[in-house]
């Protein structure tokens, strides 16, 4: 069993830029078609200071931690046994290229079903913005499968 004196342990804080370059790449790769997203003109026309980030982007920086093990590692899971469980998104404000944003990712939670056959570790990270603003809060569960 997972030890749930983990539960509001700090995995990890870091920061990462939003750059442009990769932002088109993301939109182009996800069938993103709105020019907003990767033409910096028109997104200046729509009234944005440049390429917002599109929604699901922020899970990719938030990988960018200087550990993205760091998890499963601190709680001794095997990664053989883990699976994603689920991800979620809630949005503050839009972010956009070239922003600074410092994401802080907690332990929210662990807990079995079935007996303990299935654990479940709830992570969320909180996303501001460089003046501590709120962007986004993030959570994802993965299951570890035991037995």
């Known amino acids: 069993m997972i030890d749930r004196s983990h539960i509001g342990a700090l995995i990890s804080r870091h920061q990462a830029v939003a750059e442009a370059g990769r932002l088109r790449f993301f939109a182009k790769a996800t069938g993103q078609d709105d020019p907003r ?6 997104a200046q026309e729509a009234g944005y200071p440049s390429l917002p980030v599109p929604p699901t982007f922020l899970f990719c920086l938030e990988m960018e931690s200087p550990n993205p093990r760091a998890t499963v590692e601190r709680l001794e899971i095997d990664i053989g046994k883990v699976l994603h469980g689920e991800q979620s998104f809630r949005y503050h404000r839009m972010a956009f290229a ?10 929210a939670d662990i807990y079995a079903k079935k007996g303990g056959a299935l654990e479940f570790v709830v992570r969320e990270t909180r ?3 460089a003046a ?4 986004a809060d993030l959570r994802s569960v993965i299951v570890v499968r035991n037995g």
Do not use: K, M
């Open 127 to 129: 996303v501001t913005g």
């Open 37 to 42: 997203y990767v033409d910096e003109r028109v």
């Open 98 to 107: 070239g922003e600074a944003l410092t994401f802080e990712t907690r332990i």
């Open 132 to 135: 501590d603003d709120p962007v």
